[in-house]
C-alpha cells in the first residue's frame, strides 16, 4: 500500500546528493502572511513591500549588487530587444550571459557576481511554451547565474507559470528571491512545481502557492524558511516542500502529498522547524500529514520542532508529524503544541516506527510538548511507537490529552515517559502497549503502569481546555489544586510557553507551570 512510482522515490532519494539545491527561504512571509505573533496567533498583515529602485545596501551601507536591471512593469513574456519593453525572461537571459542580449533590459551598472532584477508590481505570466528547455528560451526561467530577484512585494508582484511548466529552474548559483508570489507552476513528472532548485536559494517576503510537482509541490531541494507563506500545492511526495534546511516564523498551509508522503513537508535531510504552524495539510493514504520524516531505503532525514504548532492535519498515519527511523534520523519535538490532527489508521497527532523492526534507531524525543484533540482510526490519538532494535521515544515534561484512539501506544517498552501528563483521553486509554516511567508522571487511569518515584495515576489533573496562555504556542492550564503542581521533577529550566521553573516548591508536572 505505502509503495510508490519509482520515479518518486528515486528521486527523493536523491536529495542528499550534491546535486541538490541549498534552499534558504529566509523571511518568505508576503502579503497577506499568516505569520504567528509571539502569542501564535495569525497576524494577518501584509508583508513589506519594495520600493521602486531601492538602494542595494546591506545594513553596513557595503553596495550588495553590481549590475541592476529593472523589468518593464506587467511586460509581456516575450524575447524582443527592440520592443521597449523589459520582459523578465529577458532580464535573466541578460544576466545568465553576462552581456546585454536584449538591449531594452540594459543594466545601471556593469555585470558582476551580484546582480539584481527588479520587478515592479504587476502580474508576469509565462506564455511561451516549451517544457523541458533548459537556456531560458521556453518553459520556466532558467537562472543560469548568481542573481538577486526583488519584487515590490508579493501582494504586488506575481510571477504565474501559467500551467505551461514550472515557474524557476535554478541551477547550481547563489539565487535570491524576494517579495514576490509565485504561483501557476505545474510540472506532473519533475520535481518543484513553483521552484526546482540546485543551487543556494534565498527566498524571502514571498508566497509559494498553488503549483503542482511530481515531487515538492511548491519548492523541491533543501530548504530554510522564514516568514514565508507556502500553501495550497500539490504533489506526489511533499506538496508544499520536499526536500530539508529549515522552516522559521512561516505557515505552511493546505498542501497535498497525493500519492506518497509528507503533506505539507517531506523532509529527507536535517530540517528545522522553528516558531511556525503547520495546518491543514493531507496525504491522501500516506505518512506524516505536517511533516514526514525519511528513514527508510537510506534516508537521513533529523527533524528538530521547537516552538511551533502542528494542527488540523491529515494523512493514512502520523496525521501531524510522521516519521520512518533508522541509526541515522532522529525526531526531536520541543515547546510545541500537536492539536486537531487526525490518522486514518494510527498514530493521530505522531507516528513513529523503524524502517526494519530490528534494526538499531535513534531515540527520538518529546518535551514540554501539548499533545491534544488529536484521533486515530486506529490505535495511539495521541503519539504510535512501534520500536525496533534499539532506540526508543523520551516524553519529558509533556503534557497528552483529550484524544481519541488513546493517549500513547508504544512497543517493546520503548516509550520513556517523566513529568508528563497522560490524561483525560476522549476515548481509549491513557496508555497502551509496555510504557517505562522515569518517575513523576500523572495519568487518570491505571494503563500506564505509572508506579515509580513520583508517579500518580488514576487521578484527574483538572486540566483546563486547549488555550492561548502565553508564548507562541497553545497550552492546556492546570487549575488550582491540581495534583500536579509542585510534584514534579525540575529536569527542564522552562515551560512549554518559556516561563521559568519551578514557580513554587519544585516543579509542576506537565507541559505548563503554574503560577
Not at 333 to 356: F, M
Request: glycine fraction near 18%; include cysteine; proline fraction near 3%.
Amino acid at each position: 500500500m505505502w509503495a510508490l512510482p519509482s520515479y518518486d522515490r528515486l528521486s527523493i532519494r536523491l536529495l542528499p546528493v550534491a546535486f541538490v539545491a541549498i534552499i534558504a527561504l529566509s523571511a518568505c512571509g508576503g502579503g497577506g502572511s499568516d505569520s504567528q505573533t509571539s502569542s501564535g496567533q495569525s497576524t494577518g498583515e501584509a508583508a513589506p513591500s519594495v520600493a521602486a529602485n531601492a538602494p542595494d545596501v546591506t545594513s553596513s551601507g557595503q553596495s550588495t549588487n553590481d549590475a541592476t536591471i529593472n523589468v518593464t512593469a506587467n511586460a509581456p513574456d516575450v524575447l524582443d530587444g527592440a520592443d521597449g519593453k523589459c520582459s523578465l525572461r529577458e532580464a535573466i537571459t541578460n544576466i545568465n550571459n553576462r552581456a546585454t542580449t536584449y538591449a531594452d533590459c540594459a543594466p545601471t551598472r556593469a555585470y558582476g557576481t551580484n546582480d539584481k532584477i527588479f520587478i515592479p508590481a504587476g502580474t508576469y505570466t509565462t506564455t511561451i511554451a516549451g517544457a523541458k528547455e533548459d537556456m531560458n528560451a521556453t518553459g520556466d526561467y532558467d537562472i543560469l547565474k548568481s542573481v538577486v530577484i526583488v519584487g515590490a512585494g508579493a501582494g504586488s508582484t506575481t510571477i504565474n507559470g501559467g500551467g505551461l511548466d514550472r515557474v524557476f529552474d535554478i541551477a547550481a548559483n547563489d539565487v535570491s528571491i524576494s517579495d514576490v508570489t509565485i504561483t501557476g507552476g505545474k510540472t506532473s513528472r519533475g520535481n518543484g512545481g513553483g521552484i526546482d532548485n540546485k543551487g543556494t536559494l534565498t527566498v524571502t517576503n514571498s508566497i509559494i502557492r498553488a503549483n503542482t510537482g511530481g515531487n515538492g509541490g511548491g519548492i523541491y531541494g533543501r530548504v530554510t524558511v522564514t516568514d514565508c507563506i507556502i500553501s495550497d500545492n500539490t504533489a506526489s511526495n511533499g506538496g508544499g516542500i520536499a526536500g530539508s534546511g529549515s522552516v522559521t516564523k512561516s505557515t505552511i498551509s493546505g498542501n497535498t502529498a497525493t500519492a506518497g508522503e509528507g503533506g505539507g513537508i517531506f523532509n529527507n535531510g536535517t530540517l528545522t522547524v522553528t516558531n511556525s504552524t503547520l495546518s491543514g495539510n493531507n496525504t491522501v493514504w500516506g505518512i506524516g500529514g505536517g511533516v514526514y520524516n525519511e528513514g527508510s531505503m537510506g534516508g537521513q532525514g533529523r527533524l528538530t520542532v521547537t516552538n511551533s504548532i502542528f494542527s488540523g492535519n491529515t494523512a493514512g498515519r502520523g496525521g501531524g508529524i510522521g516519521g520512518i527511523s533508522n541509526p541515522f534520523t532522529k525526531v526531536a519535538v520541543t515547546d510545541s503544541t500537536i492539536s486537531g490532527n487526525t490518522a486514518k489508521r494510527d498514530g493521530g497527532g505522531i507516528w513513529l516506527k523503524p524502517y526494519l523492526v530490528v534494526a538499531e534507531e535513534a531515540i527520538d524525543t518529546i518535551t514540554n510538548c501539548t499533545i491534544s484533540g488529536n484521533t486515530a482510526g486506529g490505535d495511539g490519538g495521541g503519539i504510535y511507537k512501534m520500536s525496533g532494535g534499539g532506540g526508543g521515544l523520551t516524553v519529558t515534561n509533556s503534557t497528552i490529552s483529550g484524544n481519541t484512539g488513546g493517549g500513547v501506544y508504544s512497543t517493546k517498552r520503548k516509550a520513556t515517559l517523566s513529568n508528563t501528563i497522560v490524561a483525560n483521553q476522549t476515548s481509549g486509554a491513557d496508555c497502551s502497549g509496555p510504557i517505562n516511567s522515569s518517575g513523576y508522571n500523572l495519568s487518570s487511569d491505571a494503563s500506564c503502569g505509572f508506579t515509580g518515584t513520583g508517579d500518580k495515576q488514576s487521578v484527574n489533573p483538572l486540566l483546563v481546555a486547549l488555550a492561548n496562555n502565553g508564548g507562541p504556542t497553545l497550552t492546556m492550564a492546570l487549575l488550582a489544586g491540581s495534583p500536579a503542581i509542585d510534584t514534579g521533577s525540575c529536569v527542564n529550566a522552562t515551560d512549554q510557553r518559556g516561563n521559568a521553573r519551578p514557580n513554587g516548591a519544585t516543579c509542576d508536572i506537565g507541559a505548563f507551570e503554574y503560577r
